[in-house]
């Protein structure tokens, strides 16, 4: 059974850190792009980051890029998000999520598998 598993969410002070993992089962993880989404209340959901399946290419959407770092531990059949310098406007559910295809990409559509979501909540 396929299966996705994000954990490390939580609620954290502006200014701090979380790391999101995302487990995967029944399948290899590696062979596929894997991308970050999240989605706060009242709004769509948006592209976080991505990285294909060869690691030739990851992708930040602009309002992360040089706070978050995304990464895969083969091993762990495992990718995390290591989230830095958290904001207020981080706060949503955070998803991974996986698509076929060289490059990964931050629009949602493409993706297949996606797992069932977790709450990172920056507020002081």
């Known amino acids: 059974q396929v299966q996705l598993v994000e954990s490390g969410g939580g609620l954290v002070q502006p200014g701090g850190s979380l790391r999101l993992s995302c487990a995967a089962s029944?399948?290899?993880?590696?062979?596929?792009?894997v991308g970050w989404f999240r989605q706060a209340p009242g709004k769509e959901r948006e592209g976080v980051s991505c990285?294909?399946?060869?690691?030739?290419?990851?992708l930040y959407a602009g309002s992360v890029k040089g706070r978050f770092t995304m990464s895969r531990d083969i091993a762990k059949n495992t990718v995390f998000l290591e989230m830095n310098g958290l904001k207020p406007e981080d706060t949503a559910v955070y998803y991974c999520?996986?698509?076929?295809?060289?490059?990964?990409?931050?629009?949602?559509?493409?993706?297949?598998?996606w797992g069932q979501g977790v709450q990172v909540t920056v507020s002081s």
């Open positions: 990285v294909s399946s060869s690691d030739e290419q990851i």
């Open positions: 999520a996986t698509e076929r295809g060289r490059l990964c990409e931050l629009d949602h559509a493409g993706y297949e598998y």
């Open positions: 029944g399948f290899t993880l590696d062979y596929y792009n």
